[in-house]
């Protein structure tokens, strides 16, 4: 399941889609499993500044196609949406879970070589590797052709955009000509590494063939509709190459922004828990045991619960909303330590 959007008459509207085996064209395409509207908000509601939970309809209809946890599933993928305090909260425990990459099978091999677009792969080379020069790409670890299987073009394209993100602008026409192999055209040593030092008119003219091919390649465009013009996921390589420059770099400019993109964050010290443990169990109405053996996902989840049936503005008592909110702050240091 995905997040999907479209963009029409300036405004975006945001659907949930789910990729799907088509058994008569052979081949993945999507479904419309529940319409956001133009703003997903809509569907979060928010009890006091720390809480916020999910309409019940939107997680009702995930509840029904799904085995896993509607909320857990909503919290990721409508993450930007959440308000800045639930993901600050979040942020903590999210993508903190270790998962052992398994070999590739040999059916996930073989489904690699059928299902994963050659553009696809140019794509995945440039952004784990950064590089420019296609001349390596058959040595990528295929196992990063994973998160591919089993996904239609459709949820794959918003895939890439996700992925597109890290991208700086300086970047984007170097990444088009890259993931095009523009430089197979010419013959000068340097046509890889430095673009711009070769006929920008010719490279235009290369550009716009090999998209349109790509436009109509029908190993591409499995699984989506007739379209009559170039397509919308492919519109976004044409405004990166013809609205944006190569970029002037430099060693300076590199270290410079990786500096300034560091990560640096600074928190205080976490305080001792104020709250015994008998009224903590007494919160939550669990037994500590209970409560210990919980993941933080677990945890966060029922404390959502216990907030929507105290909060005052749900009838609840002012006093034990405040003790819940002590006593899930309480159960989180100690998660820590």
């Not at 979060?44 to 857990?72: K, Q």
């Not at 430095?194 to 436009?215: S, T």
């Not at 966060?300 to 929507?308: C, F, I, N, V």
Request: charged share 30%; net charge neutral; proline share 4%.
């Amino acid at each position: 399941m995905y997040l999907a959007f479209t963009d029409t008459g300036g405004q975006r509207h945001y659907e949930l889609r789910q990729s799907i085996f088509d058994t008569d064209r052979s081949c993945y395409t999507s479904r419309l499993i529940f319409d956001l509207g133009f703003d997903p908000r809509r569907f979060i509601t928010r009890l006091d500044e720390d809480i916020c939970y999910f309409s019940d309809e939107l997680v009702d209809c995930l509840g029904h196609i799904t085995d896993s946890d509607p909320t857990t599933l909503l919290e990721d993928l409508l993450w930007d949406f959440l308000p800045a305090e639930e993901r600050g909260r979040l942020g903590i425990f999210r993508h903190r879970r270790r998962v052992a990459v398994r070999p590739l099978s040999r059916e996930e091999r073989s489904a690699i070589e059928r299902q994963v677009h050659l553009f696809d792969r140019r794509r995945l080379y440039y952004l784990r590797y950064g590089a420019a020069d296609q001349s390596r790409l058959a040595r990528i670890n295929p196992k990063l052709y994973r998160p591919l299987l089993q996904k239609s073009r459709d949820e794959r394209e918003f895939y890439f955009r996700d992925l597109e993100k890290v991208l700086h602008v300086n970047e984007l026409k170097t990444y088009v000509f890259a993931i095009f192999d523009l430089q197979r055209h010419f013959r000068q040593t340097y046509s890889a590494t430095m673009p711009e030092a070769l006929d920008q008119i010719e490279i235009a003219d290369r550009f716009v063939n090999d998209l349109c091919g790509l436009n109509s390649d029908p190993l591409f465009s499995a699984g989506l509709p007739p379209a009559d013009s170039l397509r919308d996921h492919l519109v976004r390589y044409l405004i990166m190459f013809f609205d944006y420059g190569y970029g002037r770099r430099s060693l300076f400019d590199d270290f410079l922004r990786e500096f300034m993109g560091r990560h640096r964050s600074f928190q205080w010290p976490d305080r001792k828990p104020t709250i015994s443990t008998s009224r903590v169990e007494t919160i939550f109405e669990m037994t500590w045991q209970e409560l210990q053996a919980m993941s933080k996902r677990e945890l966060t989840r029922l404390y959502r619960r216990r907030a929507k049936q105290l909060h005052p503005d749900s009838g609840g008592d002012h006093q034990q909303f405040i003790d819940l909110n002590a006593a899930y702050a309480s159960l989180l240091i100690r998660k820590k330590s």
